[in-house]
């Protein structure tokens, strides 16, 4: 595993650095992993304010990252805004319930 040092810095995240894992690529860093499923990466601009919200967030709470508040956000919207999806509710309660975070180590 290639991996950098991911972390909070006065409550900004540091987005210059990537984590290279394969445990993340091969998808079993996931809740509930939904057999034959893939796993896409992706960029995304955000404001500022919800950006600091993000990182204000993670810092206060070490058992969630950027990985698992972004999947768990999503899914949530998504259920909540009617897409019935078996594997999307299981994403969405493996992240609101899980203790220990995507990243190893923490």
Known sequence: MVMKEFGVVQ??????????????????????????????????????????????????????DQYRLVQAALAGFLVQNGVDSRELTRLYVGNMFRRDSLRPGV
Not at 17 to 30: E, H, R
Request: proline letters at 11%; one cysteine or more.
């Open 11 to 64: 409550g900004q995240l540091l987005t210059d650095q990537v984590v290279v894992s394969p445990v993340v690529v091969a998808g079993q860093a996931m809740p509930e992993p939904v057999q034959g499923e893939d796993i896409v990466s992706f960029q995304a601009e955000m404001p500022l304010p919800l950006h600091q919200a993000m990182a204000d967030f993670i810092e206060r709470c070490p058992n969630w």
